[in-house]
């Protein structure tokens, strides 16, 4: 018996209905007069009949030009300008009508209904103050849909200061409607959005510094944790231009405050960014060896074994194929490394003088790429795995040249680092090393370049040589 009134409506009643409207406005404006010739029916028929036509032209006009027009620039409020511009063609229809088909003088019916229009203005204030504070944000072009923004002040009646963040669903004449990251949508009056401090997180380069702190007890050796720090936060999806840095920005707690500041592209990627960046700070910093500092004192640091275990230098030995034992001496210049997921282990362009081999777990070599799934922000595009038995780094070690790709965990790993002088004193034990080497960077070769751009084997070999500065 009843239908329920959010039934969709097809695209061919929506055209019935309007040519039923037309014919039944058509009929009425043509029937009136032959039903009686008095002026006032006649009046009515023309004012009928022009009606009808100034509304099929408004909308042929918001059809064939307002809509292509509006659709082709990026506004604030799309919607909302189109709205203006069309009740200005109605309202200039409506006077036109009035003027030359009733007969009415314009002027003395603006000047008899201004004590009226004080009057509705008083009552309407609200909604005139919206009107107006939207149309202010229209010409500003502050944000637009599909922003995500934030929203410091008085937000709510009787309230006191506070932020919040949403995304921009759409703008009305009324209304900003914004959806919160908990998927809530919320609206908030034009009024109230014009009033406050908003602050576009996609706007003006896309690009919004975000920062998260720890405090760390006193150290002598607290550059090295800075830089350790530095080294695990390029796993963040960063570009070359804005690579994320860890300062001393302050004392508190009788401890030193670190800083992480890095850069992300929009509120979701700077969201997820900030939750990788809190959990490298508290994983990272107490295997190094440094307490994090609260209220209730020092947190209890849990250093990783630095020296590796003879089982590690076996696994050393067949990976480079020499003899087993061969390393035992160099134990105090290798370094056993830990990583956590999302844990940059070297990253594009940095100096590099060491090599590293895979023990445990996998990790990706990367370059960074702007994406919009499943959000709009910088990713890490997978250029190949490394696994267990793997090298990496062994370029820049073996040639000088600056590191040529970031390489970030992608589970929990464990290491071997094996520096240049570690490598200068296995050179000087086992000559045969060097031809491991070369094989290893011929093997690499093959995998990445071109058969045209290849270089020789010898090739390497002499760069190794010079790098190393071992005779011929």
Not at 52 to 79: C, E, H, I, W
Not at 279 to 288: D, F, Q
Not at 336 to 353: F, H, K, S
Not at 368 to 377: A, K, L, Q
Request: glycine fraction near 8%; charge should be neutral.
């Amino acid at each position: 018996m009843f239908r329920d009134l959010r039934e969709r409506v097809t695209p061919t009643r929506r055209l019935l209905a309007w040519v039923l409207l037309a014919a039944l406005v058509a009929c009425g404006g043509w029937y009136l007069p032959l039903i009686s010739q008095h002026p006032l029916v006649l009046l009515a028929a023309k004012a009928i009949f022009w009606s009808a036509v100034s509304y099929a032209l408004v909308r042929l006009l918001t059809f064939l030009l307002l809509d292509p027009l509006l659709r082709q620039r990026k506004n604030a409020t799309p919607g909302f300008a189109r709205d203006l511009l069309v009740v200005t063609f109605y309202l200039l229809a409506a006077g036109a009508i009035l003027h030359q088909v009733l007969g009415v003088d314009l002027a003395s019916l603006l000047g008899t209904g201004a004590v009226v229009a004080a009057v509705v203005g008083l009552s309407l204030q609200t909604t005139l103050g919206n009107l107006f504070a939207g149309i202010a944000m229209h010409l500003d072009s502050t944000f637009q849909e599909s922003d995500w923004i934030e929203v410091t002040g008085t937000l709510r009646p009787g309230g006191g200061r506070e932020t919040y963040i949403g995304e921009v669903m759409s703008m009305t004449w009324r209304t900003v409607q914004l959806r919160t990251e908990n998927g809530d949508l919320d609206v908030f009056p034009n009024n109230v959005i014009s009033q406050a401090v908003v602050t576009n997180l996609y706007v003006p380069s896309g690009l919004h510094r975000r920062t998260t702190k720890v405090v760390v007890e006193p150290h002598p050796q607290l550059h090295r944790a800075i830089a350790a720090l530095n080294q695990a936060l390029a796993g963040i999806p960063h570009l070359s231009s804005h690579r994320p840095e860890v300062v001393v920005s302050g004392l508190d707690l009788g401890g030193a405050v670190l800083e992480a500041r890095f850069w992300t592209l929009g509120f979701r990627h700077g969201r997820a960014a900030t939750y990788q960046a809190n959990r490298l700070l508290a994983s990272v910093l107490p295997r190094e060896g440094f307490s994090l500092l609260g209220p209730h004192g020092p947190t209890t640091p849990h250093p990783a074994p630095e020296e590796p275990t003879d089982m590690v230098l076996d696994t050393l030995a067949t990976l480079l194929r020499l003899r087993s034992g061969w390393g035992r001496d160099l134990r105090p210049l290798l370094r056993l490394r830990v990583l956590a997921p999302g844990e940059a282990v070297i990253r594009e362009g940095d100096p590099g003088e060491s090599l590293f081999a895979v023990l445990e777990g996998s990790l990706q070599v990367v370059h960074v790429e702007e994406r919009e799934e499943p959000f709009h922000g910088l990713f890490w595009a997978k250029m190949a795995d490394l696994s267990r038995g793997e090298w990496f780094g062994e370029h820049s070690l073996l040639t000088g040249a600056p590191r040529n790709a970031t390489i970030v965990a992608s589970t929990e790993a464990r290491l071997l680092e094996v520096p240049k002088l570690a490598l200068e004193k296995a050179l000087a034990q086992e000559p045969d090393l060097l031809e491991r080497l070369v094989d290893l960077m011929t093997r690499r070769q093959e995998a990445a370049v071109p058969t045209e751009a290849r270089k020789p084997r010898e090739h390497w070999k002499d760069l190794i040589k010079n790098w190393f500065r071992l005779s011929s």
